[in-house]
């Protein structure tokens, strides 16, 4: 992998110097992670930095339009960067992502938008709990129009007052992108038991999609969810019948492990109107947001998307005399529920999970 970085770092040291071209020194090699998926149509790229990559990844990837965001390095004057370098502040570099979009569905001036709204633009070369330069706030703009549209947000926020500390944001022309290895990419998705995680990324991805709700994939009834399903990145945990014996109820264990079926209005949140997200039971990974929760009428706590479709798998299943799809949890292969078609819009599918299979957490 080593010799890959030091060609690439040879191409940027040749376009390095800023061309006005809304292309990025670097775009025509493919990353690991666009490797794997193709995009449809022209993508835009654009460049953010605003504290822990894994948030301000996951944060994008909520966006409508925006089809991939990467974690990297940016803005480094260091030929090379790896997260050892970047974290020991020996390098000049910023975690950042690079953001993929549609330039048909989204505009770059909504990516300003929600770069400054996902973040605390005012807290020098610090974000939330993380220190240090790596962590700082920037935008790196690749031509002239890029950087108008920055100024002029950034103006408009000094205007109406938004923040009420001066702003440090750096906003500075695109020099070098290196993408992160590739086990910090979808770190959020793939890491919800994470301390971090838990407690600083989700945060920042609820408070901003609770602020921004009109940008939201979900919000154009696009759940991002083909993509997530080609990634399938979800690491599996295996167990043994004992092993799960020991971490789960007996209810638990007879609805994930046995393909049991609780009685319905007897589960614990059929009738659960809190907002929150429901995981695993077993292993915690987060399944539906109470979003998109909806009253079914039918006893089971119903729900017409995922959170994600990746963690999410569907088998047929031919027992009980009927042909249904069986919903089971990717990471953990536990026994969920069923899905139907005659759910609500967006999707009109109906998953339909056992109480038992969930463990809720109450939004904060
Ligand atoms: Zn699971």
Redesign the pocket.
């Known amino acids: 992998m080593r010799y890959l970085w030091v060609l690439l770092a040879a191409g940027i040291a040749l376009t390095s110097c800023f061309s006005g071209n809304s292309q990025d020194a670097n775009s025509s090699s493919p990353t690991s992670k666009e490797k794997t998926k193709k995009f449809s149509g022209d993508l835009s790229t654009a460049y953010f930095a605003s504290g822990c990559f894994w948030c301000v990844e996951a944060v994008y990837e909520s966006v409508y339009g925006v089809e991939e965001a990467i974690s990297g390095y940016a803005s480094g004057t260091e030929a090379n960067a790896d997260y050892k370098l970047v974290s020991s502040g020996s390098t000049k570099h910023a975690e950042a992502v690079k953001v993929l979009y549609d330039p048909g569905k989204v505009d770059y001036k909504t990516l300003v938008k929600v770069f400054f709204g996902s973040h605390d633009p005012t807290t020098l070369n610090q974000q939330g709990p993380d220190k240090g330069p790596q962590y700082r706030s920037a935008l790196y703009y690749q031509n002239d129009e890029e950087k108008a549209i920055a100024e002029a947000y950034v103006a408009e926020l000094k205007k109406n007052k938004t923040f009420k500390n001066p702003i440090v944001t750096e906003i500075e022309p695109f020099t070098t992108f290196f993408d992160a290895e590739d086990y910090h990419q979808d770190y959020e998705a793939n890491n919800p038991s994470n301390p971090y995680v838990q407690s600083v990324s989700i945060p920042r991805l609820r408070r901003f999609q609770k602020a921004f709700p009109e940008l939201l994939k979900t919000a154009h009834g696009d759940s991002g969810a083909d993509k997530d399903k080609k990634e399938g990145e979800i690491e599996k945990?295996v167990k043994t019948n004992k092993e799960w014996q020991k971490l789960l109820t007996a209810k638990q264990y007879y609805v994930l492990r046995e393909q049991g079926t609780e009685r319905s209005f007897t589960g614990e949140y059929w009738d659960n109107k809190e907002e929150g997200m429901y995981k695993?039971a077993?292993?915690?990974?987060p399944l539906f947001d109470s979003k998109t929760k909806f009253k079914s009428g039918t006893g089971w706590p119903s729900f017409y998307e995922p959170i994600k479709t990746a963690h999410i798998a569907d088998h047929t299943d031919a027992s009980h005399g009927m042909v249904r799809d069986e919903v089971v949890?990717a990471?953990?292969?536990?026994h969920l529920g069923h899905v139907f078609d005659d759910g609500p819009k967006p999707t009109g599918l109906r998953y339909c999970i056992n109480s038992a299979a969930l463990k809720f957490e109450k939004e904060q």
Request: aromatic share 0%.
């Open positions: 945990i695993c077993a292993c915690q990974l949890c990471r953990c292969d536990g």
